[in-house]
């Protein structure tokens, strides 16, 4: 079965950090540039980081540019997405996503999406 899973979301206080996991099962995740997207309660969904299939390259959103790191290990099959100083804006379902093109702001076709894992930034 062809899928993208997320790990890593929980519960943190303001001013903590997660690290989020998308693990690939069926397919090489080196073959797509991997999106990273949430969605809040409400709200649209938003791209949050994107990496190109070798890491040359990486978008990162203005409210999260600084405190977000995406980087990837073709090796184990994983992007991460390492987010330190979390605020309580950023809470909500994290998903990851992979697709064979690029564009600007995440914006390109991808063709495997996860399920997500719930990030809540709370005191």
């Known amino acids: 079965q062809l899928q993208l899973v997320e790990s890593g979301g929980g519960l943190v206080r303001p001013g903590g950090s997660l690290r989020l996991s998308c693990s690939a099962s069926?397919?090489?995740?080196?073959?797509?540039?991997i999106g990273w997207f949430r969605q809040a309660p409400g709200k649209e969904r938003e791209g949050v980081s994107c990496?190109?299939?070798?890491?040359?390259?990486?978008y990162y959103a203005d409210s999260v540019k600084g405190r977000f790191t995406i980087s990837r290990d073709n090796a184990k099959n994983t992007v991460y997405l390492q987010m330190n100083s979390l605020k309580p804006e950023d809470t909500a379902v994290y998903y990851c996503?992979?697709?064979?093109?690029?564009?600007?702001?995440?914006?390109?076709?991808?063709?495997?999406w996860g399920q997500g894992t719930q990030v809540t930034v709370s005191s």
């Open positions: 996503a992979a697709g064979t093109g690029w564009g600007p702001r995440c914006v390109f076709d991808y063709n495997y």
């Open positions: 990496i190109t299939r070798r890491g040359g390259s990486t």
């Open positions: 069926g397919f090489t995740l080196d073959y797509y540039a």
